[in-house]
Structure formats: structure tokens, C-alpha cells
């Protein structure tokens, strides 16, 4: 197996579904500036791990909902409609 050729491969891959990846106009795209804040949760382990036994779903999916459930409501506490590619989003799996 060449080495070269699997890197091009994983790389051309990688551009592919980045290249598709291209926002709708909303109140969450724009040029980054100074103006732009955040807001940072903590959560035990404990916590995530009841909310994924009682709606039977992994860990991962639980910090998952809750932060495109804090974008969703942004948008609409801005007045805009979200719309289904409003954020497209990179999630690396496997958080435990």
C-alpha cells in the first residue's frame, strides 16, 4: 500500500465534504470580529450520562442536542427562522 496515495486520498475526501459545507446567509455567519463573544457550560459526566439513560441515546448525542439546541433558540430570539443548513457543522465522534 503507498503511503502517498492514501494521504492524497484521505485529503481529497477531507476537501470534498468541507467544500460542501457552505452556510445559508444567517445571523451566524459573517466576518469574525471583535464584536463576536461566547458562553461556556460545564456539565458532569454524571449528569450527561442520566440524560442519555433516560432518552436512551449515547453520550455523544447529548452535548450534541444541547448546542444545537442553543443555536436554535439564538436564532429564533434574533427573529430568524432556522433553516436546515443554517450551520453545517464537523462533530468528531467518540467523546467517551
Not at 449528569?47 to 450534541?64: G, H, I, K, Q, W
Amino acid at each position: 500500500m503507498d503511503v502517498t496515495a492514501v494521504a492524497g486520498a484521505v485529503l481529497h475526501g477531507a476537501a470534498e465534504t468541507v467544500s460542501g459545507l457552505t452556510p445559508a446567509p444567517s445571523a451566524l455567519t459573517g466576518p469574525v470580529t471583535a464584536r463576536r463573544r461566547f458562553a461556556a457550560a460545564e456539565v458532569s459526566l454524571a449528569d450527561v450520562a442520566r440524560v442519555r439513560e433516560r432518552f436512551d441515546v449515547t453520550v455523544n448525542d447529548v452535548p450534541l442536542a444541547a448546542i444545537t439546541y442553543s443555536f436554535r433558540s439564538m436564532l429564533i430570539a434574533r427573529g430568524v427562522a432556522p433553516e436546515p443548513n443554517a450551520l453545517p457543522t464537523l462533530v468528531p465522534g467518540g467523546l467517551v
